[in-house]
């Protein structure tokens, strides 16, 4: 019952990491809009503020999200005694 508790807890983490890192590459992407500043034609307006937000929020957030349904499926796998 512990595992599934932690891994409940770990999506829950992953997903409010994992918005709230979109929420600040939405925000900045409307500062890269604004003239002088730029942004990546290769990559477009958001994927660019996704990159100068920072790759590690949504690392972590993808790690822990794994992580979480692992030790959900294993909770739910694991035989009662």
């Known amino acids: 019952m512990k595992k599934l508790y932690v891994g409940?807890?770990?999506?829950?983490f992953s997903a409010i990491i994992y918005s709230s890192s979109l929420i600040s590459a939405a925000i900045y992407s409307q500062v890269l809009v604004k003239?002088?500043?730029?942004?990546d034609s290769n990559y477009?307006?958001?994927?660019t503020?996704?990159?100068e937000t920072g790759a590690?929020?949504?690392t972590i957030a993808i790690f822990?999200?794994?992580l979480g349904i692992?030790?959900?499926?294993?909770s739910l796998k694991r035989k009662p005694t």
Not at 70 to 74: P, S
């Open 44 to 47: 477009g307006i958001f994927k």
């Open 56 to 58: 590690m929020p949504i």
């Open 49 to 51: 503020a996704l990159m």
């Open 64 to 66: 822990s999200g794994i």
């Open 8 to 12: 409940l807890t770990l999506l829950l």
């Open 35 to 39: 003239e002088g500043v730029g942004w």
């Open 70 to 74: 692992v030790l959900i499926i294993k």
